[in-house]
Nanobody
Framework: QVQLVESGGGLVQPGGSLRLSCAAS????????MGWFRQAPGKEREFAAG????????YYADSVKGRFIISRDNAKNTVYLQMNSLKPEDTAVYYC??????????????WGQGTQVTVSS
């Protein structure tokens, strides 16, 4: 069982930056692929960024590519999402998720509670 806790959300002006963190419990974090998802009001949850267990393979949605950076620190059981050049359309609840397969099956078995990001002037 893995518990995920996101932090770092808030209100930011367009063009600004935020860094989200997702802290995981358990000693098997380093075996898990991790992802960041987001859900805007009235929309379905969508994939934003993902990183495999080793950090060697990274994936981004086209909508965030070039602006967001996902990274992980296995020694700290934490995955990060650095968000730059934020736009109002990035406003959403951001969730981290864990895929315990370690083979990028996208079997997101574990989810955090989410953190709100609001981009507005």
């Amino acid at each position: 069982q893995v518990q995920l806790v996101e932090s770092g959300g808030g209100l930011v002006q367009p063009g600004g930056s935020l860094r989200l963190s997702c802290a995981a419990s358990g000693h098997t974090f380093s075996n898990y692929d991790m992802g960041w998802f987001r859900q805007a009001p009235g929309k379905e949850r969508e994939f934003a960024a993902g990183i495999n267990w080793s950090g060697r393979n990274i994936y981004y949605a086209d909508s965030v590519k070039g602006r967001f950076i996902i990274s992980r620190d296995n020694a700290k059981n934490t995955v990060y999402l650095q968000m730059n050049s934020l736009k109002p359309e990035d406003t959403a609840v951001y969730y981290c998720a864990a895929d315990p397969s370690g083979t990028w099956t996208k079997r997101w078995d574990y989810w955090g509670q989410g953190t709100q990001v609001t981009v507005s002037s």
